[in-house]
């Protein structure tokens, strides 16, 4: 079974950039079985997707955040990150990275998530 | 952006009433939709995929069933572990967004 886990400063400054780590376990970033995604939710709020990256090397970025937003992979730790530049109070939230299966096309696995505060 | 809307917002139910949660999508997305429960301070957990196949150690208590851009989540009997928030989401296109969530509260 994967399990997900994302680490990161807790807190972050207005204008600089942020940067979560997803670390995976029982599964291969390497596998073409998923995409590898990042999710927030802003406080009391629903869901937003921000973005994925596949193991060919693909990514796709929600178009509302994607002149911000790079997601990677460093495969030999079996891990994928979230970067966001010129952050704004607006980005703080919880965020969650998760696994999309591509045979449900459902986010199957879900980190814990991990609460990202903008604040000088 | 297709927009994803569920009703009622919130409910109250007791233990052991049957529960619908109601999706609407605002273009049709075929059965591309699936459901997620959410408990606070935890991440959402995958429930029914596809509209109506139940994920693997879901209760059979859930159910899913829609297509096009209607949608109805039912838990036939609903149990003190089910109060929490649900989202529907769909994965018809490459946006994939969710609804704004349905809070089941204890009556």
């Known amino acids: 079974q994967v399990q997900l886990q994302e680490s990161g400063p807790g807190l972050v400054k207005p204008s600089q950039t942020l940067s979560l780590t997803c670390t995976v376990s029982?599964?291969?970033?390497?596998?073409?079985?998923?995409?590898w995604t990042w999710i927030r939710q802003h406080p009391g709020k629903g869901l937003e997707w921000i973005g994925h990256f596949y193991y060919t090397g693909s990514t796709y970025y929600n178009p509302s955040l994607q002149s911000r937003v790079t997601i990677s992979a460093d495969t030999s730790k079996n891990q994928f990150s979230l970067k966001l530049s010129a952050v704004t109070a607006a980005d703080t939230a919880v965020y969650y990275c998760?696994?999309?299966?591509?045979?449900?096309?459902?986010?199957?696995?879900w980190g814990p998530g991990t609460l990202l505060t903008v604040s000088s | 952006d297709i927009q994803m809307t569920q009703s009622p917002s919130s409910l109250s139910a007791s233990v052991g009433d049957r529960v619908t949660i109601t999706c609407r999508a605002s273009q049709s997305i075929s059965t591309y939709l699936n459901w997620y429960q959410q408990k606070p301070g935890k991440a959402p957990k995958l429930l029914i995929y596809a509209s109506s196949s139940l994920q693997s150690g879901v209760p059979s208590r859930f159910s899913g069933r829609g297509s096009g851009t209607d949608f109805t989540l039912t838990i036939s009997s609903l149990q003190p572990e089910d109060f929490a928030t649900y989202y529907c989401q769909q994965s018809f296109s490459t946006l994939w967004t969710f609804g704004q969530g349905t809070r089941v509260e204890i009556k």
């Open positions: 029982g599964g291969s970033i390497s596998s073409g079985a998923y995409y």
């Open positions: 998760a696994s999309r299966n591509l045979g449900t096309d459902s986010f199957d696995y």
